[in-house]
Structures are given as C-alpha cells and as structure tokens.
C-alpha cells in the first residue's frame, strides 16, 4: 500500500489492536521538499501532529520545544517512538517511510507506540 499525499491538512487515526479507533489527531501533511525542510521550525506549540512523507530521519535543531517522534514504514505501522529535546539529531531509521511529530509527551496519550497502526484521512484544506 503506498501511500501518497500533497501539503495539506487531514487526520490521523490511531487504531487499538483489535482495529477499532483509539484516537482522531488533527494533522498537518508536508510532503513538499519546502514543507519537509520547515517542519515545525520557529513553532512553539502544535494542536495535532505533522507528517512528513517520505522521511526517514529528523532533526531538532533550531526547534523551541520538544518533540515526540514516531516512524511508520511504508504500511503506516509504527516502528518506533522517541521524545527528543531541541538541538538533537535523530539517526535513520532504515524502514521507516514516514515520520509523525507531535508536542512531547502527547503520543502516549494517543496510544502511539511501537507496532501500532495509524491510518492518514486526507481532509479539505
């Protein structure tokens, strides 16, 4: 299943293990090299998460806050979650298609973690 999608908005569902839903994020899509490149840079908050499409890897530098990380390969499966202060590099992940950032600290509260599944519900911009 690949997945593709322009910049925009959308939301993300995390599914429980049983395939019912767990949480609904709002959720901002950068899949644009300008997108991808400015993230969450010079931002101090963010209500939901952004995906960035493809990405393997991140960085911190230049952020204000913290940062939960999660990486999906390509069937949006998570392959592992990291909290990562500002000023950090993140190393690659080999299987990951996607990344998911969020303010530290919330992708817990979504249930996000490794193994789950999430599913991007593109929305209207």
């Not at 599914?15 to 950068?30: C, H, K, N, S, Y």
């Not at 249930?111 to 519900?121: F, Q, T």
Request: proline share 5%; charged share 30%; hydrophobic share 40%.
């Amino acid at each position: 299943m690949a997945a593709r999608w322009s910049d925009g908005f959308g939301e993300l569902v995390v599914r429980a293990r049983d395939g019912g839903m767990r949480a609904r994020v709002p959720l901002e899509i950068a899949t644009s090299y300008r997108a991808r490149t400015k993230g969450l840079l010079g931002r101090d908050s963010l209500d939901g998460a952004l995906l960035l499409s493809p990405a393997n890897s991140i960085h911190t530098f230049r952020m204000r806050m913290p940062i939960d990380v999660a990486y999906l390969d390509r069937r949006l499966r998570v392959i592992s979650v990291r909290t990562m202060p500002p000023g950090r590099l993140g190393r690659p992940r080999l299987r990951a298609r996607h990344v998911v950032e969020a303010g530290a600290g919330t992708m817990e509260g979504w249930g996000l973690k490794a193994g789950a599944v999430v599913e991007v519900m593109r929305g209207e911009d």
